[in-house]
């Protein structure tokens, strides 16, 4: 059986990787690779393509902005009229797109990188089967993010009942403050870091969204410290090759959604580490060290 996957932000780095990993790791998956621009999104097919031509019939390219309401709208709209909606025609949505610390103010950070997936699951959940997935690509910033915090604020972050309109109230609070002049700490929200606060509050998204839809497995991971276009700039900044920053390929970054995807996660509402095992939300936890079981 046929199992679509839509993958956002696919068209290079970990998304584009995550396509590869997911064809290779199932002959029955085909991919709507998402990108910004279609025409980025044609040349990553082709690039995938040239690499393995027994995937030309089984790769996509869907036009889609995560930031835009009116592009995530049509994207949903294209795949249901190209696949129709009953039965539901996705088995899996991977949240990748998303932007890094210093390429975007505070507001368009947590619009893309928090706001952004929500307006995906929002417009093509009544596409994913009962029983689909949905793998939230998070950043071990989150919980960094959380362990600098109060430990009200910890438990906000955290919060097993916590809800979409408890992550919309921290946002609006965390853009009040920002205007105001950004006194984080006396907030107990650490040095408000808006990267690790975007995906921070990703994973308290999961949560509210695992607890709402319990036949769906969905769960949020880190890639990892990955060499993407988010992540060399500060290499090169230092004069260091990334590699000996410690910078994983791509393709490793891929590890833990496609496990996400197609493996036995063990649950759901979980945060996992790049190397695909459970991780705690309010602390870093180093690959390789024991799966987190609180």
């Not at 990748?96 to 417009?123: E, F, W, Y």
Request: proline share 7%.
């Amino acid at each position: 059986m046929t199992r679509r996957v839509v993958i956002t932000g696919a068209n290079k780095g970990i998304g584009r990787a995550t396509v590869a990993a997911a064809l290779e790791r199932d002959p029955e998956c085909h991919v709507l690779l998402g990108s910004r621009s279609p025409e980025r999104g044609e040349a990553a097919r082709a690039e995938l393509v040239a690499e393995h031509p027994s995937w030309a019939t089984r790769i996509e390219v869907l036009p889609l902005e995560v930031s835009d309401e009116a592009s995530v709208t049509a994207a949903a709209k294209r795949v249901a009229e190209r696949y129709g909606r009953d039965p539901a025609p996705l088995y899996g949505i991977v949240n990748n797109a998303g932007i890094g610390l210093g390429s975007a103010d505070l507001a368009t950070i947590l619009d893309v990188n928090t706001r952004g997936p929500k307006r995906v699951i929002d417009a093509f959940l009544r596409l994913l089967q009962e029983d689909g997935r949905i793998v939230n690509v998070s950043s071990a910033s989150g919980p960094m993010f959380v362990s600098g915090c109060s430990e009200a604020r910890q438990a906000e972050f955290t919060n097993p009942a916590g809800t979409w309109e408890d992550v919309e109230a921290l946002m609006q609070e965390a853009l009040e403050l920002k205007q105001s002049g950004g006194d984080f700490p006396s907030a107990g929200l650490g040095e408000g870091n808006a990267y690790g606060l975007s995906k921070a509050l990703l994973n308290l998204y999961t949560i509210a969204l695992a607890r709402e839809y319990p036949k769906r497995t969905i769960n949020a991971c880190t890639p990892g410290y990955i060499a993407t276009d988010l992540t060399r700039p500060h290499a090169k900044a230092r004069g260091m090759d990334p590699a000996a920053m410690g910078m994983k390929t791509p393709k490793e970054g891929a590890r833990a959604s496609i496990h996400l995807l197609f493996g036995d996660p063990g649950g759901s509402g979980w945060y996992f580490g790049s190397d695909a095992q459970r991780s705690p939300l309010d602390r870093y936890r180093s690959p390789g060290d024991p799966p987190y079981a609180g």
